[in-house]
């Protein structure tokens, strides 16, 4: 049972930058899709952005442009760097590392992003 462990979340003023990482525990890190996802109060959790074990990156266009995720697969972590922030971006964020193949999925415990002047 991989543990993940994220990070990096705080309060930043609109336009602002943060970067948020996810360490995981799993060995074999490397061959897992990664992704980021948010909940903001009242709404369902969205994919803000993944990469599959090829490097393949997705992103959800409210992002594009100012979000970039990437991994570090010696050190099994992941990354979400945030720039231009907007307070629309507030919300809670979750990292998750999946295999379809294999079936397994674990997440983050979540790390909050409130995005304020």
């Known amino acids: 049972q991989a543990q993940l462990v994220d990070s990096g979340g705080g309060l930043v003023q609109p336009g602002g930058s943060l970067r948020l990482s996810c360490a995981a525990s799993e060995n074999a890190f490397s061959v897992y899709a990664v992704g980021w996802y948010r909940q903001a109060p009242g709404k369902q959790r969205e994919l803000v952005a993944s990469m599959s074990a090829f490097g393949t990156i997705d992103t959800v266009d409210s992002v594009k442009g100012r979000f970039a995720i990437s991994r570090d697969n010696d050190k099994k972590t992941m990354y979400l760097q945030m720039d231009s922030l907007k307070p629309e971006d507030t919300a809670v964020y979750y990292c998750?590392?999946?295999?379809?193949?294999?079936?397994?999925?674990?997440w983050g415990q979540g790390t909050q992003v409130t995005v304020s002047s």
């Open positions: 998750k590392l999946w295999h379809a193949g294999l079936g397994r999925e674990y």
